[in-house]
């Protein structure tokens, strides 16, 4: 079984930090990258090719549909996108319809 390989796209450095540490802990052997801009995130997706993409929805309008409109690498699996969003009720229904295969409600302040 080959490592996870895991993509946070966050504005935020310390959020990026603790999401990284997290995933690490709870994951032990993973190679995580992190992005800040929707340009990082896009070339990381095309470069490293992740499994999973930890995207928060405010980082950038319409990196989502980029990403999933995006080809994988050849031999690579297509991403799944996960958003993380602070207001789920708000971003829910768009970012699956878009193509996120979930959207987890990240309360203000608790990263």
Known sequence: MSIARVLV?????????????AL????????IEGA???DEAIER?????????L???RLSPGLLADLVSR???????????VVL???WASYASH???AGAVDVIDIPLGHL
């Not at 796209?9 to 999401?19: F, K, W």
């Not at 690490?24 to 190679?31: I, N």
């Open 71 to 81: 080809p994988a690498r050849p031999g690579a699996a297509q991403s799944r996108i």
């Open 9 to 21: 796209a966050d504005s935020s450095l310390l959020v990026r930090d603790r999401l990284i540490a």
């Open 85 to 87: 969003a602070s207001d």
């Open 36 to 38: 800040w801009s929707h």
């Open 95 to 97: 970012c699956l319809a």
């Open 55 to 57: 995207l928060d929805v």
């Open 24 to 31: 690490l802990d709870g994951l032990g052997k993973a190679h």
């Open 45 to 53: 997706h095309d470069s490293f090719a992740p499994h999973v993409i």
